[in-house]
């Protein structure tokens, strides 16, 4: 049965309205998309293209990848798929709208049992030097007294940074309900348009600041902090190998720039190419990147390995990869960061970020509660956790 492409709607604001739970909802600076319903459900990336050839030539199939790549993906082609221009200026339309509700929040792992972590890390590190890097994360438990509302929580994350890569998908359930995976991710893994092929890997991170003074001061820092640097140069190095043998024309900046979300500043580099092969589709490229030491390490095998010794839960689809990609192989995938794993009440929220040898413990913990605070501010939380 071919999808149903619906006529467009005015603006990200009719799609939320229109969004119920088990539905797909995909916000980038290129437009925006709604999916309801499923005329397939694949748990293997690869088996995507021929699925969407079943489904029509202007087919799109949207999802998410965990960040073990041998576990199943969750993939949908959607019944019914309706786009609206993207967001921009339209943002400051969205009402922002108060959750309601008293909330229990969990820590799991303790924060002390991350710094231990972090200190554990940096020790492996001094120990064997050719482990350059391990990204280390923590998950926060919230209970929340009622179902969450889904689409209140896209719009204001949708509102606070109109720029990010808001998403809601489906994820397996696990007997308790519709399970989505939600967040605003402000880093593109790939996208493919024709030929051209564009990553945007960031890594290197400092909070924003309410004071413009100390906001610029927290900039500058990162842009010239050595350990940033150097955890942002193993990231770029290890996506232009892994693009290198599907692109031509690739171009790497030699300096990295300042990337702003609303809680954070970035390290960001810009890398494009030109595809050599029309035929790799973009879910087949995000595959080739995934997992970039963003999100895992270097080397990739080792660090994955420290991951499970140190971090005491499965990051289960956080640090994967989220998007959609169409019948001509043209897509977007993002990193799965800044998200929480929602079911019903319950969420989990996760955070990492970049061990280096010179890491500081307490300053990396800093670093995820500076992360959290995207999902926090748009359930509402003004708290630091
Ligand atoms: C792993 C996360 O962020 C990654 C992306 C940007 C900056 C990062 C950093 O500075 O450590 C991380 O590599 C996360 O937000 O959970």
Redesign the pocket.
């Known amino acids: 049965m071919p999808q149903r492409a619906e006529t467009p709607a005015a603006n990200a604001g009719d799609l939320l309205a229109a969004y119920r739970p088990g539905d797909s909802f995909l916000s980038s600076p290129d437009g925006v998309l709604h999916g309801s319903g499923a005329l397939a459900v694949l748990d293997r990336a690869d088996a995507l293209s021929d699925a969407l050839a079943d489904a029509g030539p202007g087919a799109l199939a949207l999802g998410a990848v965990p960040f073990d790549a041998t576990r199943p993906a969750h993939l949908v082609v959607p019944r019914t798929v309706r786009t609206a221009p993207p967001l921009r200026e339209g943002a400051a339309d969205l009402a922002w709208r108060a959750l309601r509700g008293a909330w229990t929040l969990t820590p799991d792992p303790a924060p002390d049992e991350h710094t231990a972590a972090v200190g554990r890390a940096v020790k492996l590190m001094a120990e064997q030097p050719d482990l350059r890097k391990v ?1 280390l ?1 923590r998950r926060l438990r919230l209970q929340g007294d009622r179902d969450i509302d889904i689409p209140t929580v896209l719009g204001n994350l949708l509102r606070r940074d109109p720029d990010a890569h808001v998403f809601a998908v489906g994820l397996p359930e696990r007997g308790a309900g519709p399970r989505t995976l939600i967040g605003a991710s ?2 593109l893994l790939v996208s493919r348009r024709g030929r051209d092929v564009l990553s945007n ?5 400092a909070p924003r600041s309410a004071d413009p003074t100390k906001d610029q001061v927290n900039a500058v820092g990162l842009l010239t902090s050595a350990k ?1 640097r150097h ?2 140069a193993v ?1 770029v190095e290890a996506v232009a190998d892994a693009l290198a043998p599907h692109c031509s024309d690739l171009a790497v900046p030699a300096e990295p720039e300042l990337a702003r979300t609303a809680a ?1 500043w ?2 960001s580099t810009r890398i494009t190419g030109r595809l050599r092969d029309p035929d790799t589709p973009a879910h087949a490229l995000a595959a080739a990147l995934h997992p970039t ?3 895992c390490g270097t080397p990739t095998g080792r660090a994955f390995d420290t991951i499970g010794a140190l971090e005491p839960f499965d990051r289960g689809f ?2 994967g990869a989220v998007g959609h990609s169409d019948a001509r192989g043209d897509g977007t995938w993002v ?1 799965t ?3 929480a794993d929602v079911t019903g009440p319950d969420l989990d929220l ?6 280096m040898p010179e890491s500081d413990p307490e300053a ?1 913990l800093a ?2 509660s500076a ?1 959290l605070r ?1 999902l926090l501010l748009a359930l509402g939380i003004d708290r630091t956790a």
């Open positions: 990204v994360a402000p880093e890997p960031l890594a290197g991170s940033d955890e942002h990231v954070l970035h390290l030491p963003a999100v956080y640090t990193v960061i800044r998200c996760f955070a990492g970020g970049g061990i990396e670093e995820t992360k995207t």
